[in-house]
């Protein structure tokens, strides 16, 4: 086992911004209504953000005035848009194609439960968190082979968070869900298996909970991705941490640092690719590692199978 270590990956834990910041508010292009939790991405640094419930995002003055102001801005069933934004007040995006035609759905003559995780006990290796400035979002995805081959639905989801040194309000904070096609050739997350986003809110325990038995979240045969979105929700997540350091004089000091919500419980893995990363720069799934070994985000799905 290895020891349990606090993985320290960037999450922006403060609002302090550089000259004067302005909103953006994400629409439907088509019923005109806030896209709520949308993403949007300053391509250039690969900084990226999740909107709020209205649609909207406050954006860094500092990146407005960036020599290069191209923003990338996605919502899941809509097409992304890439766009040059410097004073930016609304935009407004295309639903897919596929997303407008109706979901064809085979029942199966009978179900039977089953579940799908890739760990034996939901303890942790090491920690997924924030202690960073480089960007308020960060995806972590774990790959769910489906060894039975069979189709069938999603019905629920659980993965775990610890507090750790962090506030118990923390351990409300919100995370967003997403259902992805395994790409055999790839060896990648594929497309959607969803067009709803789905944020989730802890209650304040370790475990956090999805149910996801009416949202019909198809189960394929070559297994699926589950991706959580670590995103800023705002100032009731964020904390100050203080660290004890030894220096080099032989005197201890008390260094203050800005974090944002709890730890994920993640593992590694001896073989195979389990885990991924989304780099918003690229706009690429990249395997996520830790120290030499795969690792991912402990994931547990039930799920109804056909028979």
């Given amino acids: 086992m290895l020891a349990r270590m606090l993985l320290t990956i960037g999450l922006l834990a403060t609002a302090h911004l550089w000259g004067t910041a302005q909103a953006l508010q994400v629409r439907s292009a088509v019923s005109r209504q806030p896209l709520p939790y949308a993403t949007i991405v300053h391509v250039p640094t690969g900084w990226a953000a999740v909107a709020n419930g209205a649609g909207q995002l406050v954006l860094p003055a500092h990146l407005l005035q960036h020599a290069q102001p191209q923003w990338r801005i996605s919502y899941t069933g809509y097409q992304v848009l890439d766009t040059v934004l410097q004073q930016p007040s609304a935009v407004y995006l295309q639903p897919q194609p596929d997303t407008l035609r109706p979901v064809a759905v085979y029942p199966c003559s009978s179900y039977e439960p089953t579940v799908l995780k890739n760990h034996q006990r939901p303890k942790a290796d090491f920690y997924l968190g924030s202690a960073g400035d480089q960007t308020l979002l960060m995806s972590w995805a774990a790959y769910l082979p489906n060894a039975a081959g ?39 997350p594929g497309q959607p298996l969803s067009w709803q986003e789905l944020i989730v809110q802890p209650d304040g325990g370790e475990t956090v909970i999805a149910d996801l038995d009416s949202l019909r979240i198809p189960l394929p045969a070559e297994g699926l991705v589950v991706a959580i979105d670590f995103f800023d929700a705002g100032p009731a997540y964020r904390y100050e941490a203080s660290t004890h350091v030894h220096m080099p004089n032989g005197r201890d000091t008390v260094r203050i640092s800005d974090r944002y919500g709890p730890s994920i419980r993640a593992a590694t893995f001896d073989s195979g690719v389990h885990g991924f990363y989304f780099n918003f720069k690229t706009s690429r799934w990249f395997p996520f590692y830790f120290g030499q070994r795969s690792a991912a985000p402990l994931i547990r799905v039930a799920v109804r199978q056909c028979r």
Avoid: Y
């Fill in 150 to 188: 069979r189709r069938g639905w999603l019905q629920q989801l659980h993965f775990w968070i610890d507090n750790l040194a962090a506030p118990k309000a923390v351990m409300k904070t919100p995370f967003r869900l997403r259902f992805l096609e395994w790409d055999s050739a790839s060896q990648r």
